[in-house]
């Protein structure tokens, strides 16, 4: 069952703009988590936010987490060709047992 | 830095066929997962273990079995392939099961006909 819910489901954007990818789940969360998969590859770990922050930033990578409205953005500032890929939020959700649930994804074109 | 690595990349079976798909991670991790990507799915999880000689059941079980006899190796068995099993498998790793980010192979494209 999804818990996470990308939107929206693709994106295309210029070279140079922001990208901006939204995220929704429906139940309490330990962390939040955005991965990024190249067509053909496996996904990469992006960033890792837990339930008691608000904004993480990891190089061009900006996280916000909103518990209250149970929503997370990824912002890419600045994009380039190569962020050209699948990006996908995944859940930790609490209670015993849980497992990392992801989301369907977002397919984001940088046009050069 | 091998990280993740999945066998074979590419697998074409025949409906009733068994095959195992293999999983070795060299990164000393406890916990260790399977999930299946179809398109417009995103990922499900079939089965994951917490370390060696503990397997559970994830979203999609059916049709799939895992043991876990090292930390290292974690083999998924299809034991009757069919057309619905037909799919891209990926293998992740993690340090625990929770809070930890988790580290993908490349996967493993099966097709079965």
């Known amino acids: 069952s999804q818990q996470g819910e990308e939107d929206p489901q693709a994106l295309s954007i210029q070279e140079g703009e922001n990208a901006t990818m939204n995220c929704s789940y429906k139940?309490?969360?330990?962390?939040l988590q955005w991965y990024r998969q190249n067509s053909g590859r496996g996904l990469v770990h992006l960033i890792l936010?837990?339930?008691?922050?608000r904004e993480k930033h990891s190089g061009r990578l900006r996280v916000t987490l909103d518990t209250s409205k149970k929503s997370s953005s990824l912002l890419i500032t600045a994009s380039r060709a190569a962020d050209t890929a699948s990006y996908f939020c995944?859940?930790?959700?609490?209670?015993?047992?849980?497992?990392?649930?992801f989301g369907k994804g977002i397919t984001l074109s940088v046009r050069p | 830095n091998a990280g993740v690595t999945q066998t074979p990349k590419f697998q074409v079976l025949k409906t009733g066929q068994s095959m195992t798909l293999q999983c070795a991670q060299d990164?000393?991790?406890?916990?260790m997962s399977w999930y299946r990507q179809d398109p417009g799915m995103g990922l499900r999880l079939i089965h994951y273990?917490?370390?060696?000689?503990?397997?559970d059941q994830g979203e999609v079980p059916n049709g799939y079995n895992v043991s876990r006899s090292t930390t290292e190796d974690f083999p998924l068995r299809l034991l009757s392939a069919a057309p619905s099993q037909t799919s891209v498998y990926f293998c992740?790793?993690?340090?625990?099961?929770?809070?930890?980010?988790?580290?993908f192979g490349n996967g493993t494209r099966l097709t079965v006909t």
């Open positions: 992740a790793s993690s340090r625990g099961p929770s809070g930890s980010p988790l580290h």
């Open positions: 139940t309490s969360i330990n962390n």
């Open positions: 273990s917490v370390g060696a000689g503990i397997t």
């Open positions: 936010i837990r339930s008691n922050e």
């Open positions: 990164m000393n991790h406890e916990y």
């Open positions: 995944a859940t930790d959700s609490t209670g015993a047992n849980s497992k990392l649930t």
